[in-house]
């Protein structure tokens, strides 16, 4: 695998640890400056077009999400040329209309994480330094993949805000009601400080999200993981589809 073998990237979340439509594909490390890291990254073509994928928290989901190497995983995508990435998220829902099972595409993002390696800038430079973050997810990729849903007949919800938590514990009741307050539709726990290390990079970055459980104290049942795989293994078919076509209008 050389550099600028593909513009376009899939980042994996929970449950989404390969990406078996690539053709031709292959694996490789890649090595980075962040902590000796070496990244595994897979790169092959869907429909033509050349894509690499990056299953986050690693193929046996062993990396917790406080402890990713976010810098490691974009700057890896980046030195192959990778310029927009499609990042797939689990996260629990708050808004109504978020109910497990849901597919959404936020537009906004607030961070409640801490001591996470954040950004690039570790020193001050005559570059810009303060990304300007006002719109944390790219417009061009977002619209891509919402015209790919109706095109599949697909139901995504968007507008969407999304609180980005420490993980990897669940939230209490109270620090949902919080995020309520705050404005939050969904939680997650893995978009940050990814996105913004992408547009530090300058690369489109886009998430979609798939509700896996009602946010803590909104129902009178506990959550568990056995329903959380359930909702994931239900809804993979409608990611790889809507993943594959989206990818054709972005190569």
């Known amino acids: 695998m050389t550099t ?21 594909a292959k694996t490789a490390e890649i090595e980075t400056p962040f902590d000796e890291r070496k990244v595994v990254v897979t790169a092959g073509k869907i429909k033509g077009v050349s894509v690499a994928f990056l299953a986050r928290h690693g193929r046996d989901h062993r990396i917790p999400p406080h402890l990713i190497n976010y810098r490691a995983n974009i700057w890896a995508l980046k030195s192959l040329g990778v310029d927009s990435v499609l990042a797939l998220n689990a996260v629990g829902g708050i808004a109504p209309q978020m109910g497990p099972g849901t597919l959404v595409i936020p537009d906004q993002i607030i ?8 950004t690039y800038a570790e020193t001050l430079s005559d570059s810009l330094n303060h990304i300007d973050f006002t719109e944390p997810f790219s ?45 939050c539709d969904v939680l997650g726990m893995t978009a940050m400080p990814e996105a913004a290390l992408a547009r530090e990079l300058e690369m489109q970055y886009a998430s979609l999200c798939t509700v896996v459980n009602w946010a803590a104290g909104l129902t009178g049942s506990p959550i568990t993981l056995v329903e959380i795989h359930q909702i994931l293994t239900q809804v993979r078919t409608s990611l790889r589809q809507l993943l594959v076509t989206s990818i054709a209008p972005l190569g």
């Open 4 to 24: 600028s073998f593909a513009k376009l990237a899939v980042i994996g979340g929970s449950g989404f640890y390969e990406f078996p439509d690539l053709e031709a």
């Open 139 to 183: 417009q061009k990729l977002r619209s891509v993949l919402l015209s790919s849903a109706q095109s599949l007949g697909i139901n995504v919800v968007t507008p969407a805000v999304y609180g980005c938590t420490q993980g990897p514990r669940l939230e209490s009741a109270a620090e949902v009601r919080r995020c309520h307050r705050d404005g």
């Open 111 to 118: 961070d409640y994480t801490y001591g996470r390696a954040h």
